[in-house]
């Protein structure tokens, strides 16, 4: 519980764990000789992302053209756009920022391909791509057998400039979800390397191979030619990372504090935090994580979220817990993305006083 009571429910950020994060990451990335482009969809925060930056990164992820916007109204002059544009109203306004800054956008399709070259030899126009690989989450991502002649085709179109290929895997063995992420990384790695080693001898100038989520990233980059690793988690932490075993639950740097409005049974307590402030995404109790509740109720381990309307959450606890109307409560969220995605603004917390910060590029759906 902060010795300061706060509004709630509010989404809190330790400061001195962020940083230790985030140096932590750039360090794995230094000792592996591997660029790190960290994915800021996880804080959505420009002064973060500066942050990143000024401790090693050499650009940011992104998955929108807003929150490109978002990021370069800011100063981050390299983004990686991670997601496949396909209708010409996002490719122009990437192409209106590709003028200022570097700017790499994502193809997975040859109609994808070819609508990115059409529009940008209209704007007379360069675009850098980087081909997404399926490597086992059947998300977006050229099915792996098929890259390598995607690959070919997407080189020889005009106004692109085909520099790498890249994967979003997560922490996958095979095609299952594994809690073995340092084999989960190599093979990841080692896919990504030996595909950019078949298309060189294709004939594509294959500069870069960019993996690794947070799980896998400091593995991946173990692994002989990956060049980029691109983790985004690891810069708060959450309760799924812990699973994983990505980093120690005392290093979950974002939590949300709640406030006790009833407890209408001696081993039922409620909150003020429902869906509207937890994400819901990572369910309990699915393999391989296994997670009991939808948080980590901090200072009380053996309370368990159980459930959430929008405006409630409802904790089960000892019936001799001494949890009472009015307290308030800290919980790490089983997953901190699509949590933060939910608030418009943040507490930075330091040396015991907090300071808002904007999330400035959350909601940016388009």
């Known amino acids: 519980m902060e010795a300061l009571l706060l509004e709630t429910p509010c989404l809190v950020i330790d400061s001195d764990k962020m940083i230790k994060n985030i140096r932590r990451m750039a360090d794995v990335a230094s000792r592996n000789n591997v660029r790190l482009r960290p994915h800021v969809k996880t804080h959505k925060v420009p002064r973060i992302a500066q942050l990143q930056l000024a ?67 209209r704007h007379n126009q360069t675009l850098n791509v980087r081909l997404e690989v399926d490597t086992g989450l059947h998300r977006t991502g050229v099915k792996y057998d098929e890259a390598l002649e995607l690959a070919i085709a997407v080189s020889q179109l005009d106004r692109l400039n085909l520099t790498g290929i890249y994967t979003y895997r997560g922490a996958l063995l095979g095609e299952s979800p594994t809690l073995d992420t340092r084999a989960a990384g190599f093979e990841e790695g080692r896919l990504m390397s030996d595909l950019a080693r078949r298309m060189r001898l294709a004939g594509i100038d294959i500069a870069d191979v960019s993996v690794g989520s947070t799980p896998t990233g400091a593995y991946a980059a173990e692994i002989d030619g990956v060049t980029e ?79 959430m309307t929008e405006e409630h959450g409802m904790i089960r606890v000892p019936r001799d817990c001494s949890i009472s109307i009015g307290d308030q409560i800290s919980i790490i969220p089983n997953h901190i993305c699509s949590t933060v995605n939910l608030h418009n603004s943040a507490l930075l917390k330091k040396n015991g006083e907090f300071e808002r910060l904007e999330i400035a590029a959350r909601g940016k759906l388009e």
């Open 55 to 121: 401790n090693g990164a050499v650009g940011i992820t992104v998955a929108k053209v807003s929150e490109a916007e978002v990021m370069y109204a800011e100063g981050i002059r390299d983004i990686f756009i991670a997601y496949p544009l396909v209708v010409e109203s996002k490719i122009t306004r990437a192409l209106n920022l590709a003028k200022h800054m570097d700017l790499t956008l994502a193809v997975d399709s040859l109609i994808g391909a070819r609508q990115l070259s059409e529009v940008a030899k």
């Open 229 to 307: 690793i691109r983790p985004g988690t690891y810069v708060f932490g959450d309760r799924m990372q812990v699973a994983l075993g990505s980093l120690c639950l005392d290093d979950c740097a974002a939590y949300i504090v709640t406030t006790v409005v009833s407890r209408p049974s001696d081993d039922l307590v409620i909150i003020d935090g429902g869906s509207k402030t937890f994400a819901t995404d990572v369910q309990p109790g699915v393999s391989p994580l296994n997670l009991k509740g939808f948080g980590e109720v901090l200072s009380h381990g053996e309370a368990v979220f159980e459930r």
